[in-house]
């Protein structure tokens, strides 16, 4: 009799444990996942693959499967606590995720609620006093910013994730970002994303 109590009182917090486990989300991330396209988690539970809700099934604390249609998105979380991503397509496709930080695969609801209250990226996360913060006070540079990431997702798809246009889009913040040396910032900020904006559309067709 005393070994089944005992042996009910070693599963008993093994079970609650797993329980437990099984209810953790995965971290928050944004991914460019190649020809794919890419994947999305507000840390909070909810994972998309391009713009689409996937369903999560959780085999372990720091393994996640996400699916959505034909694509399988495997979410490690590494001993760094940082996300290792890949992907599982149709007609065998497969290969690593990346973190992509100038284009968000973020839910189309969320993106509607972004264009309603700021540029393309968090304000919250910005510096005051930094070019950043200029564009998140400003309805009209952050309506730049919308219409850029916008632009610029659409060159990305034209160009298969074109690893150059992609460093080019980095530059070219370095140097939106120089904007700070100017008297008129604001009319800096403006000028540099007309201009990139115009050239994406003239050199990949895009709107």
């Known amino acids: 009799m005393k070994n089944i109590v005992l042996i009910a009182l070693v599963l008993f917090p093994l079970a609650s444990q797993a329980a437990t486990e099984k ?3 995965p971290q928050a991330f ?10 999305y988690s507000d840390g909070k539970g909810g994972v998309w693959v391009n713009g689409q809700k996937a369903t999560i099934k959780q085999s372990s604390p720091t393994y996640w499967e996400a699916t959505s249609g ?24 497969h290969g690593v995720c990346l973190p992509e930080d100038e284009v968000s695969f973020a839910p189309t609801e969320n993106k ?12 919250a996360a910005v510096s005051k006093g930094s070019m950043e ?4 006070q400003s309805k009209t540079l952050s309506a ?6 916008e632009t610029y997702k659409q060159a990305l798809a ?25 008297d008129d910032k604001n009319a800096c900020l403006a000028g540099s994303y007309q201009q990139r904006i115009s050239e994406l559309q003239s050199k990949y067709g895009v709107k």
């Open 23 to 25: 209810t953790t989300p």
């Open 30 to 39: 944004n991914f460019s996942c190649g020809k794919t396209g890419g994947t």
């Open 70 to 93: 034909k694509t399988v998105i495997s979410i490690v979380r590494s001993a760094d606590g940082n996300p290792e991503i890949s992907f599982t397509g149709p007609n065998r496709t």
């Open 112 to 123: 509607k609620s972004q264009q309603q209250t700021g540029p393309s990226f968090s304000c």
């Open 133 to 136: 913060d200029l564009i998140c």
């Open 144 to 149: 730049q910013d919308l219409k850029l990431t």
């Open 158 to 182: 034209k160009s298969k994730n074109n690893p150059t246009l992609k460093a080019e889009q980095r530059g070219w913040i370095k140097g939106r970002n120089e904007c700070w040396k100017e």
